[in-house]
């Protein structure tokens, strides 16, 4: 039952939510192991992604797949360089995004990234202007075969694959990422129909 729940649901499912559709007193932890268990050594996995459990295909399959994602559009270098900062820093606003780039920041490419539905808008800072912030959303997790945000590579994992400079300052931090759903102490709820950005011109005429 476990099995054909997994198998048929579009997103992955919690704990939670298969225990809602099955019998009482089934022990979902040892279901899960050892499907987890069954499925190890096939080209379809069961792994467990932002929490929640989920088919995938084997990563020594993914090659395979290739032909299905050469369609895709790729994202642009400004809108990865946003991503990442937005992983690694949120809740962050565009304005801090510009200041850790280091150059402006298109709000089409935070258009781009909304409709990847890989970030959304948190809320507003407490601030002169009331910024939005923008952090990650479980389908950035499940993409990129994340179980929790805290898996994104530290500082000796970037070094290793060659993306940072061996010559960085020893200062340098790599900050800890963090996704909880609750606000942070200077962030206000977004309002109700209020999801641009203060100093965005909207048109309003019908």
Same mark, same amino acid.
């Given at each position: 039952?476990?099995?054909?729940?997994?198998?048929?649901?579009?997103?992955?499912?919690?704990?939670?939510?298969?225990?809602?559709?099955?019998?009482?007193?089934?022990?979902?932890?040892?279901?899960?192991?050892?499907?987890?268990?069954?499925?190890?050594?096939?080209?379809?996995?069961?792994?467990?992604?932002?929490?929640?459990?989920?088919?995938?295909?084997?990563?020594?399959?993914?090659?395979?797949?290739?032909?299905?994602?050469?369609?895709?559009?790729?994202?642009?270098?400004?809108?990865?360089?946003?991503?990442?900062?937005?992983?690694?820093?949120?809740?962050?606003?565009?304005?801090?995004?510009?200041?850790?780039?280091?150059?402006?920041?298109?709000?089409?490419?935070?258009?781009? !990234?909304?409709?990847?539905?890989?970030?959304?808008?948190?809320?507003?800072?407490?601030?002169?202007?009331?910024?939005?912030?923008?952090?990650?959303?479980?389908?950035? !997790?499940?993409?990129?075969?994340?179980?929790?945000?805290?898996?994104?590579?530290?500082?000796?994992?970037?070094?290793?694959?060659?993306? !940072?400079?061996?010559?960085?300052?020893?200062?340098?931090?790599?900050?800890?990422?963090?996704?909880?759903?609750?606000?942070?102490?200077?962030?206000?709820?977004?309002?109700?129909?209020?999801?641009?950005?203060?100093?965005?011109?909207?048109?309003?005429?019908?």
């Amino acid at each position: 039952m476990v099995e054909a729940l997994l198998f048929a649901s579009a997103e992955p499912l919690s704990e939670e939510e298969l225990c809602e559709r099955l019998p009482q007193g089934c022990d979902i932890p040892k279901i899960l192991a050892d499907l987890k268990s069954t499925y190890g050594a096939r080209g379809v996995n069961l792994v467990l992604v932002a929490g929640k459990w989920a088919f995938r295909t084997a990563e020594d399959l993914s090659y395979l797949m290739h032909r299905n994602r050469s369609d895709e559009r790729k994202l642009s270098r400004a809108a990865l360089e946003t991503l990442a900062i937005i992983a690694y820093h949120q809740p962050v606003t565009r304005a801090e995004i510009e200041e850790i780039r280091g150059v402006s920041t298109s709000k089409g490419t935070l258009d781009v !990234l909304l409709e990847t539905s890989w970030i959304r808008m948190r809320g507003r800072r407490r601030t002169p202007g009331r910024p939005v912030t923008y952090g990650t959303t479980e389908l950035f !997790l499940a993409h990129f075969g994340l179980e929790a945000i805290k898996d994104l590579p530290g500082l000796e994992e970037l070094k290793g694959a060659g993306l !940072l400079d061996s010559a960085i300052p020893a200062s340098f931090l790599v900050p800890t990422p963090d996704d909880t759903a609750d606000l942070d102490e200077d962030e206000d709820p977004l309002e109700d129909g209020s999801l641009f950005d203060d100093d965005e011109d909207i048109d309003l005429d019908p």
